[in-house]
């Protein structure tokens, strides 16, 4: 899962700056609230029986920035061929921040790819 911000001091200040400017990041409409992450996230991400990571864009590998670049807020996954989109941006935005939406997509996605969560 990658943000569509940095992670820091600066990341933070260009987040809210850009927010009163009407840019958002709908993976960070998904996880957080409006001081701090959502409960409901971190108790759906406990449910899932396999390893993920939430990066901002300056904190990914390489690899993983160079198939994000350009494509962020995304949630990807990867497997034997490679780095796959599971959820786009557009889709992010569609759950307008509701965690079950979301947890409902990525599990649905999850089990099209034959991996369930817990």
């Known amino acids: 899962m990658v943000y569509d911000a940095d992670a820091g001091l600066r990341g933070e200040v260009a987040y809210v700056a850009g927010r009163l400017r009407g840019r958002h990041c709908g993976l960070c409409d998904i996880t957080h609230g409006t001081l701090r992450r959502k409960p409901a996230f ?6 899932l029986d396999l390893p ?3 990066w ?5 590998t ?3 920035a ?3 670049e350009g494509i962020t807020p995304v949630v990807v996954g990867h497997g034997d061929h490679g780095f796959e989109v599971l959820l786009d941006a ?15 997509a990525l599990t649905a996605r999850l089990q099209h790819r034959g991996v369930a969560p817990a």
Do not use: I, K, Y
Request: glycine content about 6%; hydrophobic content about 35%; charged content about 25%.
């Open 42 to 47: 971190d108790e759906f991400t406990c449910t």
């Open 52 to 54: 993920f990571d939430v």
């Open 56 to 60: 901002h864009r300056n904190e990914q």
């Open 62 to 64: 390489p690899e993983v």
């Open 66 to 68: 160079g198939f994000t």
């Open 90 to 104: 557009s889709m992010l935005d569609s759950f307008h921040g509701d965690v079950d939406a979301f947890a409902a």
